[in-house]
């Protein structure tokens, strides 16, 4: 299994609150995203990241910020929390010269 | 726009072929993913396909492509139990150097009954 943690993996939080969800990779891969998964939807690209400090949106942004620091650490943030949020979010990773994509195991997150 | 389709359930027999299909939209799409997901876990990568290729064989699994109606199929051989799962299948787009978004279907509930 790839060398992906993810941080908490549960969390229930009120609307209005701020949240920061932590992804860590033991692969020194250079590429992380950040998706959600709801019922219907499948997953879905919140963010992602191409380097150090270097991010981009992806088709769900709205209401997200993401931070990467270092290689191994991309963080999640929800400014302010909403019941929409409320979802189960993987982070995954991949490199430059394979095209696997490589997932984490996942934050249930409940806002209410 | 981008748009991953696939029928949301399949059962079938313990020891009998499942065939687990979808179509995309996208025809710059590259790679095309399939992954599993077990309850409560995240996805695991099952194979994937270049777009340039018709057919990928791994071991059980055996993935078909046919790009002119861009649809993709996951034939898993002798089903057993431990196949029941949710099955997604993915398309890569490209940006920001190799960074592949993936942009997923809404999975396929796969029932193996004994």
């Known amino acids: 299994d790839a060398g992906i943690t993810q941080s908490p993996r549960h969390k229930v939080t009120e609307t209005g609150t701020p949240v920061t969800l932590r992804c860590h990779q033991t692969e020194n891969h250079r590429y992380m995203y950040w998706y959600r998964q709801d019922p219907g939807h499948g997953l879905r690209l919140i963010h992602y990241s191409y380097g150090v400090k270097d991010t981009d949106k992806g088709e769900v942004s709205d209401g997200y910020s993401v931070s990467r620091s270092k290689t191994e650490d991309f963080l999640l943030t929800l400014e302010s929390a909403t019941s929409s949020q409320t979802s189960v979010y993987f982070c995954a990773i991949s490199e430059d010269t394979k095209y696997e994509q490589y997932f984490g195991p996942g934050t249930r997150l409940t806002v209410t | 726009g981008e748009d991953v389709e696939q029928s949301l359930f399949l059962s079938v027999r313990e020891g009998d072929s499942s065939v687990i299909n979808c179509t995309y939209t996208?025809?710059?799409?590259?790679?095309l993913y399939w992954y599993k997901q077990e309850p409560g876990a995240g996805l695991q990568l099952l194979t994937y396909i270049f777009s340039n290729m018709d057919m990928k064989q791994d071991q059980r699994l055996t993935v078909l492509l046919n790009k002119k109606d861009k649809h993709l199929s996951l034939r898993i051989a002798d089903t057993q139990t431990g196949d029941s799962a949710i099955y997604f299948c993915a398309e890569a787009a490209f940006s920001s150097g190799s960074a592949r978004q993936l942009t997923f279907g809404s999975g396929t509930q796969l029932t193996v009954l004994p």
């Open positions: 996208d025809s710059s799409s590259t790679y």
